[in-house]
């Protein structure tokens, strides 16, 4: 009998490659990868195959022979040189294209990984990354491929983040002050029972469309965790509360004293102004012997394995330097078509620029121009566009060095309730510092104003 397939995004971080390990005997593993790997010997059920998941027909030919998927993609570090855009309009694109992708492959279920959310609080209360987890949740579900999403806090174990940042505060810092956010109250679950519950979702008809909130064997605080990992490194550490909030120290002295980016800790900090306990429900009662934090935590500090090695990675050639990739999301009330989004574009840019632009299409191709001189040159791929997606080849222009390279996108998401506009691969004529000071503001600032347009402000 031959065994399921899952393709995992996200398969080079902690989830994912812990799962590898787990479960390659169970499954034919598809393991996404940004970079080209080497096949790896440890494992014989497992493909690694390269992606850019910001492309839609790599996603595409990424996942073919999968029968479902594990969605573990969360803030992606830029893969160009200039990254316009936030984090939250980012891994909404990256989840519009994942559930296109696997709705094209006939995928049968998405697990995705969320984040627990405070259920006392509406939505637009949430802090910037858990609205950004909730959406991406949204997101994949729209594409019509049934989702499971596993709502979790802190997952323990050996090669985490967040566990490491704590294990790293309590090593260099004998006085902590902690803040309001480290008396939040929390609900971390350890890395096997995360994986079991990941195990059990996998192909079980009863958890499609469905999300449940997962946690260990006890609540706790970020204040009381620091304190228990300190005990259990045996070291003496002096840990006083303080009654306020300073998200923007806390970032500071975290990254700093951690060696994180604050890019990673930024939307942790932020998050952690709210309570984010598991809400006791039928399925969390199926694994009744979840560890607790001390539990789970002696066990990532002393247990004999370790975060499981990646294949190396293939060299490749090197690519274009100077690339540019600008994702922006406008709102979009009135529920237009992708179509109409990028049709109302080339009208709207002449008239906010009052003539000194101007838009020539003949077929499908798309010349803006200034006093006769070609600027930029689109070219519309209708065989991979549709109503909930617009495509848009860069083929040329002065303002173009690689006429083979880039590709310009609009697409509704989230129901129609906006509308992404993004730029990929894009690389500018012009020498880059001048060009990050002059058409890069230039273009953020004409899409911004393009949105409000679009919302009728």
Not at 336 to 347: E, L
Request: net charge neutral; proline share 5%; aromatic share 10%.
């Amino acid at each position: 009998m031959s065994l399921p397939t899952i393709v995992i995004a996200g398969a080079t971080g902690f989830i994912g490659r812990w799962f590898i390990e787990r479960f390659h005997q169970d499954f034919n593993i598809i393991a996404l990868s940004r970079s080209e790997m080497e096949p790896d010997p440890t494992y014989d059920h497992v493909d690694w195959r390269q992606v850019e998941l910001y492309s839609l027909s790599s996603s595409e030919e990424a996942m073919k022979g999968a029968d479902y998927a594990l969605y573990l993609v969360h803030s992606m570090h830029p893969t160009t040189r200039l990254h316009q855009g936030t984090f939250e309009d980012t891994d909404l694109l990256l989840a519009d294209n994942f559930g296109r992708a696997a709705k094209a492959n006939g995928l049968k279920q998405i697990i995705f990984m969320g984040g627990l959310l405070p259920y006392n609080e509406t939505k637009d209360q949430l802090s910037r990354h858990l609205r950004s987890r909730w959406e991406v949740e949204q997101t994949l579900g729209n594409a019509g491929v049934p989702v499971t999403t596993l709502r979790a806090g802190i997952i323990v174990g050996p090669g985490g983040s967040s566990f490491d940042m704590i294990k790293k505060l309590v090593e260099r810092l004998p006085v902590m002050i902690c803040p309001s956010w480290c008396q939040s109250e929390t609900h971390p679950i350890e890395l096997e029972d995360a994986l079991k519950i990941i195990r059990y979702c996998v192909g079980q008809e009863d958890t499609y469309d469905q999300h449940f909130d997962i946690g260990g064997g006890g609540t706790t605080t970020y204040m009381e965790m620091m304190r228990t990992v300190a005990d259990l490194m045996n070291k003496k550490r002096t840990i006083r509360p303080v009654h306020y909030f300073s998200p923007g120290f806390s970032k500071m002295w975290v990254a700093l004293f951690t060696n994180q980016s604050r890019e990673l800790v930024s939307p942790l900090i932020e998050s952690l102004r709210h309570d984010m306990v598991a809400t006791p429900n039928s399925f969390l009662e199926q694994f009744p012997d979840r560890a607790d934090f001390r539990a789970a935590a002696h066990r990532a500090l002393y247990g004999k394995e370790r975060l499981p090695a990646l294949p190396k990675r293939i060299p490749t050639e090197k690519k274009e330097k100077n690339t540019v990739r600008s994702v922006q999301r406008l709102a979009n009330p009135e529920g237009h078509t992708a179509t109409y989004v990028a049709r109302i574009y080339q009208k709207w840019l002449p008239i906010f620029f009052r003539t000194l632009i101007r838009v020539r299409t003949e077929g499908d191709v798309s010349d803006f121009t200034v006093a006769g001189v070609p600027l930029l040159q689109l070219t519309f791929i209708s065989d991979r566009s549709d109503e909930e997606r617009q495509l848009f080849y860069i083929t040329g222009g002065r303002l173009v060095k690689r006429r083979d390279y880039g590709w310009l996108e609009f697409r509704r998401v989230l129901g129609g309730r906006y509308v992404i506009s993004a730029i990929h691969e894009f690389v500018p004529s012009l020498p880059w510092f001048l060009y990050v000071g002059t058409q890069a503001r230039a273009h953020s600032f004409v899409m911004n104003r393009f949105g409000k347009y679009l919302a009728g402000d």
